[in-house]
């Protein structure tokens, strides 16, 4: 081979190299172009990745701030309702005292009424010669007035010369001893030389038909003195006997009745003594109060 071609063919691949580096650095800066353009895609999703989550982070602030309002409103409406409820609980004791004595009022008003009612019923008159007292209701023969009364479910038929309404002023003081409630005998005494004899026996006559059927006790006529024929066979019997029952019939002024240990003693002057007596008699059966 000649030294010309040796050249020639040196230049040829001279120039084919520099076509290879030529192309390998088109190569070179065509991938590096794409990587860019890759980086930029990629660069661009993150943007896009970050855009979208301030977009969902947006709202749910939007959220958090409605929430935070709506608490905010919520703490509001509690502190109103707490001060609404200071005022009513500040109020309450006013309105609890003004229930409460308007209670006391129809309570009041209630138990006059029914106590009127009630007074009404136990001593209504339903005519002149029928009434009623403490619900026994007493009927008038133009003598006695009677009524029934039960002892043991057996009734029995009480005569009386006055009802109850017209004795509630003779009072009943003092108090017995176990020496009257215990005895079976009771003395029935009296001074047969005083005066309104007539009605010191008609009172001793309404104790006596009596005080058998109420008390179960005997009675026996007896008289403070031997100082008339007739007590020359009648026992001697005072409220001194301290060991006896007594019931001493004695003529006073005001009618009362006087409850002293073994003692009871019945004054009064005339018809006022026989009413004396019909007093504890009621007492007695229950109809009115001792005291």
Request: glycine share 4%; net charge negative; hydrophobic share 35%.
């Amino acid at each position: 081979m000649k030294k010309e071609d040796i050249q020639t063919d040196e230049i040829e691949k001279e120039s084919v190299e520099e076509k290879v580096d030529e192309l390998s650095q088109k190569a070179v800066e065509k991938e590096s172009s794409e990587e860019e353009k890759a980086d930029g895609l990629n660069h661009e999703a993150v943007e896009e990745e970050t855009s979208e989550e301030k977009k969902v982070d947006e709202p749910d602030q939007e959220i958090v701030e409605e929430e935070t309002s709506e608490e905010d409103k919520s703490g509001k409406d509690l502190k109103s309702e707490e001060t609404e409820s200071q005022k009513v609980i500040a109020k309450s004791p006013k309105r609890n005292i003004k229930i409460i004595l308007v209670l006391i009022a129809i309570i009041v008003i209630a138990a006059l009424l029914y106590k009127g009612n009630q007074y009404y019923e136990e001593k209504k008159e339903y005519d002149a010669t029928h009434k009623v007292y403490h619900y026994y209701t007493f009927e008038n023969d133009e003598i006695h007035w009677k009524t029934t009364w039960i002892n043991n479910n057996q009734p029995y038929i009480l005569n009386f010369r006055h009802w109850p309404g017209e004795l509630e002023d003779i009072k009943i003081i003092g108090k017995l001893n176990s020496v009257f409630s215990d005895a079976d005998d009771v003395y029935l005494t009296f001074d047969a030389d005083g005066e309104n004899f007539d009605y010191l026996a008609l009172a001793a006559t309404e104790i006596s038909l009596n005080i058998n059927q109420v008390l179960g006790k005997n009675i026996f006529a007896a008289c403070i003195a031997n100082n008339t024929p007739d007590c020359y066979m009648r026992p001697i019997v005072t409220c001194e006997d301290r060991e006896t029952a007594v019931i001493f019939l004695r003529v006073a002024e005001n009618p009362q009745v006087i409850l002293s240990g073994n003692c009871m003693t019945l004054e009064g002057t005339d018809e006022e003594l026989v009413m004396a007596a019909e007093r504890v008699l009621y007492a007695w059966y229950g109809i009115m109060q001792v005291q």
